[in-house]
């Protein structure tokens, strides 16, 4: 059965049975990550354009990783020294990358909405892989999958997310996608970092962190982004660990067997003690190695490939 | 003008703000202005007159908008003069407001002289000027306020930008009163808009873009009426978007203080539901807002907080466009779709028929002191015949404006100008555009 949608722009679009479908592909993608010899050919003669509009290092290696696994052959496009810093608009740009005849563009960009522009005006499969505040959705899959591996299902659990809720497209996309596997979300931040209009998602909000975190089944705890708030959001990192960061101490509010995640890259000692970060709760490395295998059935079923590797 | 021939306008329902008519009438035109308006039987045509039988048409006086950027010079790419002028009398306006946010800046005499030429030679709609408020609306000193308004210069304004310093707004209100001015101004308090790309709210949220509050206006428009109230200078507020913002204003003419205000047609048709998946169509500023803010608008219209319905029509090209949401330019065209939209809150009974009239003529005239805007007899013929009825779809590539953004494309709307006079003379024919498709296709 072909993947019903030509383009993964964001979680939004998705059906549960559609993000169970890529997540139980992951499951077979995570089995040859872990081979000796890592490499099917799946994809062979296919290309994947890495477009990355915006600086990535992990989910830039992560998706090259995938492709080249899968024997796509990906190249990466940075817009450092390329045509956009010379003016070039995003949709010639787009036209440009698809006139080289790829399957699959990959698009980082710091302005929300960019991958969807994108996709209106190509041939090729988009897959979004952060839109400014918009969304992850690659992001949101791996944690939904890494959270599977440990709990079976997602239904009936309660997700704690805590942090810059407001500018995050991680929590964005992780709301939505917990929220349709049956999850219960639970937002935390200070209020200037909560989103307005936040009813509309369907979570509770506090800036309790006690509150947040003492009944969740996880904890996704965010990178706090300077660089995408010019405002005076907190005083400093230093107050704002205080309060919303997880310590050691504040970690023992939650429940024993909760789980800690974190998108990366970390602030250690802002939204994250060191010890935290390292401790046995913590699942952030199984998240990065989970990126692997969850961007692997993406390019799969984008290219129209999953049947012939089943 | 004055060489142009009589015309007979019969059967027409005339409706005119100022004197409260609205009756079936036969208004003769003669050197340039109306020389009868007479209930009865039409008379035997004239001979040499040119005869138009409005029956099931509105003859009302020709429509005048405060608000139109008009992008030359600097941007003529955009909009000129000339086809802004054309896109005015297409859409029944036979007055309008060109904005000096061009480049450069309108703030001094001799580019309010330009305008004047441009527009003159154009020939189509009068083109009134108005002048920054600021020199090159640097928000930093005023302009040569008193030269633009011995130019020709309306009001003044640095539309497009708010007036950041109270101190210089102040001013400006102060030294305005010397040339009996009013300034004009766009509320949008910078650092609460935070650099926002639309209306602060659940559909900015879910497409992670970031919002611009409501109070990033009220606080601007509450800021200016305490000014203007200290002051008792003339204070307009264009584009007026919010809730809070009409009450605002509703409360400063309890107090009786000289403000007046405007809305646009997509302020009072949309919400920020239009921005979609999006769409940069729906990208302007102020933004759209809230469903309780456009009702809050209607409530404005109805009950004579607003006085007038204005454009701010924005022509852009598809370089600011055809982009990024969050670098997209603001702005919409607006001239040729105002008209049928403000028709629109008439059949769903927001406001009546002679309101809308009035918001669209009278209303803009008495804001800026700009002649027209009456049916009268000795009155500069500024006409317009609408025909109330005819559905049309919006297509942008045949507007006459240059700009073909409008988040209204592929909308069926009902009513247009057939006829527009301005000074006694036809300056749109809607049968003759039409016949001359061929010459018209770009």
């Known amino acids: ?310 | 003008m004055s060489s142009d021939p009589t015309i007979v306008l019969t059967h027409a329902r005339v409706i005119d703000p100022a004197s409260g008519l609205d009756a079936l009438r036969t208004v003769t035109i003669a050197a340039g202005r109306i020389r009868s308006i007479e209930a009865g039987p039409p008379p035997a045509p004239l001979a040499g007159a040119r005869n138009i039988d409005c029956s099931g048409k509105l003859v009302l006086p020709g429509l005048i908008d405060l608000h139109a950027h008009l992008r030359e010079p600097g941007e003529e790419y955009k909009e000129t003069i000339a086809s802004g002028a054309r896109a005015a009398v297409a859409g029944g306006f036979t007055g309008l407001v060109a904005m000096p946010n061009t480049k450069p800046p309108i703030d001094s005499a001799h580019l309010v002289r330009f305008v004047l030429e441009k527009g003159r030679e154009a020939g189509l709609a009068r083109i009134y000027p108005s002048g920054a408020i600021s020199k090159g609306q640097q928000g930093r000193e005023l302009a040569e306020i008193g030269d633009m308004r011995e130019a020709g210069a309306v009001c003044i304004t640095d539309d497009g930008l708010p007036v950041m310093n109270p101190a210089l707004m102040r001013r400006a209100l102060e030294y305005a009163k010397a040339f009996d001015l009013p300034v004009m101004v766009h509320e949008e308090d910078h650092h609460l808009a935070a650099g926002g790309v639309m209306n602060e709210g659940a559909v900015s949220t879910r497409l992670g873009l970031r919002g611009s509050p409501n109070v990033a206006e009220d606080a601007m428009v509450l800021r200016d009426i305490e000014l203007c109230a200290l002051t008792d200078g003339r204070l307009h507020i264009a584009h007026l978007s919010t809730a809070g913002a009409v009450r605002a204003v509703r409360e400063a003419k309890r107090r009786g203080l000289r403000v007046t205000a405007e809305a646009t047609p997509h302020h009072f048709t949309l919400t920020d539901e239009a921005v979609g998946r999006y769409d940069t169509r729906a990208k302007m500023c102020p933004p759209l807002r809230s469903e309780a803010d456009r009702e809050a608008v209607w409530e404005g219209l109805a009950d004579g907080t607003l006085d007038a319905i204005a454009t701010d029509h924005a022509p852009h090209s598809s370089v600011e466009k055809d982009v990024e949401f969050e670098v997209a330019a603001n702005g919409i065209v607006g001239l040729e779709t105002a008209l049928p939209l403000t028709l629109a809150l008439v059949r769903d009974g927001v406001i009546p028929l002679a309101r809308a009239v009035d918001l669209l003529s009278r209303g803009p005239a008495r804001c800026f002191d700009l002649p027209g805007g009456t049916i009268a007899v000795g009155a500069v013929a500024d006409l317009v015949v609408v025909d109330p009825d005819a559905e049309w779809l919006v297509i942008p590539a045949a507007f006459e404006s240059k700009g073909r953004h409008t988040p209204f494309e592929g909308w069926t709307l009902r009513g247009r100008a057939d006829y527009t006079l301005v000074g006694g003379a036809i300056v749109f024919d809607r049968e003759a555009a039409s016949g001359s498709g061929e010459k018209r296709s770009r």
């Open chain 1, 1 to 310: 059965m072909p993947f019903p949608h030509q383009h993964l722009l964001g979680i939004e679009p998705l059906g549960r049975a559609e993000i169970e479908r890529i997540l139980d592909l992951a499951t077979s993608m995570k089995e040859v990550l872990r081979r000796d010899i890592k490499k099917v050919p799946a994809l062979r003669g296919k290309t994947v354009i890495n477009c990355f509009f915006e600086s990535s290092t992990r989910t830039r290696s992560s998706f090259e990783i995938a492709a080249k696994i899968l024997s796509a052959d990906a190249v990466n496009w940075s817009s450092a020294g390329s045509s956009t810093s010379k003016g070039e608009s995003l949709v010639d740009t787009a036209k440009n990358l698809e006139a080289m005849r790829p399957d699959i563009l990959v698009i980082r960009h710091a302005a929300a909405g960019a991958p969807e522009l994108v996709a209106s005006r190509v041939g090729c499969a988009v897959v979004n892989a952060g839109d400014g505040a918009h969304e992850h959705p690659s992001q949101a899959l791996l944690d939904a999958f890494t959270l599977r591996e440990h709990w079976g299902s997602l239904e009936g659990r309660t997700v704690a997310i805590v942090g810059d809720i407001r500018s995050s497209r991680v929590a964005r996309s992780n709301i939505l996608c917990l929220q349709k596997l049956g999850a219960r979300v639970k937002l935390c931040g200070p209020p200037t970092m909560l989103p307005p209009g936040q009813d509309s998602f369907g979570c509770e909000a506090s800036s309790d962190l006690r509150d947040a975190i003492s009944d969740a089944d996880a904890v996704m705890m965010l990178r706090i982004q300077r660089e995408r708030s010019d405002e005076s959001l907190f005083p400093n990192t230093r107050e704002y660990a205080r309060f919303f960061g997880l310590s050691v101490a504040k970690a023992a509010w939650m429940k024993d067997d909760a789980l800690i995640l974190h998108p990366g890259p970390i602030n250690r000692g802002v939204e994250l003690e060191p010890e935290v970060a390292d401790g046995p709760r913590s699942v952030i490395l199984d998240q990065v190695e989970n990126g692997v295998a969850v961007r692997m059935a993406i390019l799969l079923l984008l290219a129209g490939a999953a049947e012939a590797e089943a």
